[in-house]
């Protein structure tokens, strides 16, 4: 935007005015105040928070059968992590959603919607790098675990877990990028 | 966008044109063809290229000190996984880089500049997260190698050099998130 001279930009003025040129201050009030988008927001959100509670709970309470001993994810520092993590993500989820309902009962009052895209989009990135991190390491968790004991089962629910929350903030961060992008460019 | 009623745009509209809803097509054009731009993805894209290139290098042939014994990165599968996206990273950042030029020599002739906008912003993506995924198995890989030994030297090596990549390969997703989005809004 900066290379663009003013008698470039003058030159190139249409004769009439565009409808998609005057659109623009409804098009992103409509963006960011429409509940569709506002609601499966939240929706994506709750998911998030439901699956990472399943993930950490699969994790700290192992399923076991009889006879078997009882084992804890402190023994590895692999599934600690995938542990934190979920526990990183539940908790993220729970402000999102949080935020999310105050958005629409007090609109911009908490948070500042400038500021609220910048965190939102940040946040999103990070967790779902730390989410891709420790679902490799659950993976090898998994190889390195007995086949068959309660914590073998539990990385795989964990991992599973895990992949299905990144598909899902996946989605949530192309959401928050394109309303970051929209906020910047106009 | 699809909320808003013709009548509700209407009522919006300007007495004046705004400068910024008529420098709409200038600023595209400006943005995809500044050859600041273009020349500083491509800058990154050699970074990535010679960045990939050590980190493969450093785990095919690690550096030993006298007396060691040779090992090599097959002894560990979690160095083989490094090794590979390093070789991915490698061939992907010499495609951009030659997609790059070729931009910049035939417009738009090899693939079109829509069609390149979304590959560059998913490709970016997905190479990003294997890096995470490789570099996350690359530290847990230092933990349980013998310390001073070459392979432990190599993957400390290759694992900086990741995240160094992941580094730029971030600004590149980011410039690459930015094209896609304007390209959707306008």
Known sequence: ???????????????????????????????????PVHLS??????????????SALSLANPPKSKGQRTSSFNESSKLTYCFIVSIVVFVYSAFQL??????????????????????????????AYLLISSSSLGIEAIRQAETASPLWKAAIISVSMSFAIFLVIAICALISGYKLCKRIIW
């Open 98 to 127: 949080f935020k999310g309902v105050c958005d629409i009962s007090y609109r911009g009052i908490l948070i500042s919607d400038k500021f609220s895209d910048y965190l939102s989009f940040t946040l999103d990135q990070m967790v």
């Open 1 to 35: 935007m900066a290379g663009i001279s003013p008698s470039y930009s003058a030159s190139q003025q249409l004769p009439t005015p565009s409808p998609f040129s005057f659109s623009s201050t409804p098009a992103r009030a409509g963006w960011s105040s429409s509940p």
């Open 41 to 54: 927001t939240l929706v994506l959100r709750f998911v998030m928070l439901v699956l990472s509670f399943v």
